[in-house]
């Protein structure tokens, strides 16, 4: 795991084990522009994902990334983040 760019294999996992939602990473690859609710992701279930990260990093996220819409969005908010933390 880097420590400074969350993954698409690193959300899907995440998606997992905090929303309950498995999508294989080239799943999650290929619809990255797709709604979180159309992969089953609902705002707690992104809210889950946050507080996950927030444990692993041990710093806080943006305060938009658990209004994200896409994967790609997400992923390049919580990457902008860490990489301006680090």
Known sequence: MSTD????EELAELMKKAAGVTVTPEELEQRRESGFDGLGIDSLGLLGIVGELENRYGTPMPPDA???KTPRQFLDLVNS???AGA
Do not use: P, Y
């Open 5 to 8: 760019r969350i993954t698409v």
């Open 66 to 68: 658990e209004r994200c």
């Open 81 to 83: 983040a860490l990489l």
